[in-house]
């Protein structure tokens, strides 16, 4: 039994769109932004991940976003090239399909076997030409294989998130006035970077951070004074934590 593309399915990548260009604050409501990128090849479940601060020749990928309830594990692991199907995908940088997961080759890096489908979908998230992450589509159980037009649906899904993920990135510098003044102090290549949003988000509040230090030693805060701003910001920060998991706590109530 073979899969095309419906009209249900171009509806719903029509309603991806729509929503990626209207929503300000998709940050906010990533398990729509995934359920919709799921709905678009009926995928049983979907997840985002996304480079983190790792270096330019080892770089690492972080669980973003996932349509699953997953162990805290999978949100805390961070696989290099060789070490999953995503990092192998973010290395070839082309999307891969897998018609029967446990039989092929790569079946010893899947995972959850026992609740999905055969089938297996991981495309690029790519800006440009630079792969900033992989969206990974599973099937459903009893479900036909994807086909290769799921898996050009599914680069086209890639795409569109690629775009929300790289106007985030800049509203986040765009809101920054310490963004402002060091981009001001940067060469051109290097703002072109920070704002075309291939940079990952810790390696940008690096840059801020070295900035900001800076700015303090220039005008004559001395090194204990400059660490108590910094113990400041940290103690700002577990507020914060703290703030989100008492709300978390009351919403599961």
Known sequence: MTRRVSQDALGRLHDLAVFVRANEDLRADLKELVALAASVTDAAA?????????ERDAPRLKLWCSTEELPTSAWNDAPGQGDSIAGRV???GASLLIT????????????????????????????????????????????PAFDASDQKLADIVATLIAKFIQVERLQTLIRSRVAHMTLAREEKAVVARLTDGTVPPARVAKLLAKSFFRDLAAAGFEAGQIIDAASEIIELVSNDIRRYKRHAERRTR
Request: charged share 20%.
């Open 100 to 143: 029967d997961i446990r039989s092929s080759e790569l079946a010893p890096l899947a995972r959850r076997l026992d609740t999905l489908g055969d089938s297996f979908i991981c495309t690029p998230i790519a800006i440009g030409k630079q792969a900033i992450g992989v969206m990974n589509l599973s099937s459903r159980l009893g479900s």
């Open 46 to 54: 979907c997840s985002i991940m996304l480079l983190s601060d790792g």
């Open 90 to 92: 973010l290395a070839r």
